[in-house]
């Protein structure tokens, strides 16, 4: 018998550390997606892939909430009935493990709530953006006073990256000196440098 964990997260700027911290840790096997979408399949995720086929009966799965087992009600009872088939015990972070009969019926109702959030955030999401557009043709600037419909970028991936080989730093360093993520910053030092880039850099230096 083997304690497993599962962990995914939607953007490469985040990490899987905030659910491992809360699961406990000491498991046997732990796998994950990471800038993977919610809205895809648990199934067709290479991470929850993988532990579909190496979970053997008697195992037990840690995951952090109920959406981190499919990408809609429907998607989370077909992978919690196909764990539970292998004789994977199915536990999930503040709910506890998860039995056929009731177990599943509570995790459907579950899984049928965080469905119905996810809606609604992707309908204020849409009326945002539909409030912001008219603002923008109207006045030049959306409702918030922004003067485009982008996010702003957080820091100038050059100027990051000079930064960091003139002062021979970390990655870690670097993220703390800008108030950026590490996966920014790592994205930021990869960039090969544009021709304007390097005019930039010049003119910097």
Not at 59 to 66: G, R
Not at 139 to 163: C, F, M, N, S
Not at 175 to 186: D, E, H, N, W, Y
Request: charged residues 25%.
């Amino acid at each position: 018998m083997h304690r497993l964990a599962y962990y995914r997260v939607s953007t490469g700027d985040q990490t899987i550390d905030a659910q491992r911290t809360a699961l406990g840790g000491g498991f046997d096997q732990e796998f994950a997606d990471e800038g993977v979408s919610g809205a895809t399949l648990a199934a067709s995720r290479p991470g929850f892939a993988d532990l579909l086929s190496k979970a053997r009966s008697g195992d037990t799965l840690y995951v952090y909430a109920v959406d981190r087992l499919g990408r809609d009600a429907l998607d989370v009872q077909a992978t919690v009935r196909r764990l539970l088939d292998l004789g994977v015990t199915v536990h999930v972070h503040g709910l506890g493990p998860i039995g056929r009969g009731v177990g599943e019926l509570i995790l459907a109702v579950l899984a049928q709530i965080a469905d119905m959030e996810r809606q609604r955030i992707a309908e204020r999401t849409r009326a945002g953006r539909n409030a912001a557009r008219a603002a923008l043709e109207a006045t030049g600037r959306t409702h918030r006073g922004k003067e485009g419909l982008g996010r702003p970028k957080a820091a100038d991936g050059a100027a990051v990256a000079l930064w960091r080989r003139e002062n021979g730093a970390s990655i870690a360093a670097t993220a703390r000196q800008f108030g950026l993520s590490v996966a920014t910053v790592k994205r930021y030092c990869a960039q090969r440098p544009t021709a304007a880039g390097d005019a930039s850099l010049a003119k910097m230096g």
